[in-house]
């Protein structure tokens, strides 16, 4: 295995204990008092560390109607990445240039050690990205 790999597995393993941690003391907080809570997911980032920085590129490999590995039907509109190391379903929010977007993990991947996510075209085109960019990411938890 190479030390590049143990290096990402070792900075994913550290963000899910992170967002296991910040999870467990989200849920502890006393809920007497009400407050409205939105439906959709929010980044589950901590004052500590925020957002991570990643390489991103977009997905080259044919898509339309192929099963991914996560038993995904992809089409060219899909929005989702490639991971390798989160888990099929994941939903993880991602930024670049001042567009946030939350998408799900939808195929196992990248094949290239060149970058970490790999974005499909229809989200690549929502983000505005093209090549291999520096994008910023985050566990995405219920709301």
């Not at 550290?14 to 467990?24: E, I, K, M, R, S």
């Not at 929010?93 to 075209?121: C, K, M, N, Q, S």
Request: net charge positive; with cysteine; aromatic share 6%.
């Amino acid at each position: 295995m190479s030390p590049v790999l143990v290096q990402r597995q070792l900075a994913v393993l550290a963000a899910a204990v992170l967002a296991a941690v910040v999870a467990l003391a989200v849920a502890s907080r006393d809920d007497s008092v009400t407050e409205p809570r939105s439906a959709l997911p929010q980044p589950a980032v901590s004052n500590v560390t925020g957002w991570y920085p990643a390489l991103a590129g977009v997905r080259s490999r044919p898509l339309a109607g192929r099963v991914s590995g996560c038993g995904t039907l992809l089409t060219p509109k899909t929005l989702g990445v490639d991971h390798q190391v989160l888990p099929c379903g994941a939903k993880v929010f991602l930024a670049f240039h001042g567009t946030t977007v939350l998408t799900t993990v939808v195929d196992r991947g990248p094949f290239t050690p060149r970058f970490d996510f790999e974005v499909t075209p229809a989200l690549a085109d929502q983000l505005g990205l093209s090549g291999v960019q520096t994008i910023r990411w985050s566990f995405a938890r219920a709301g």
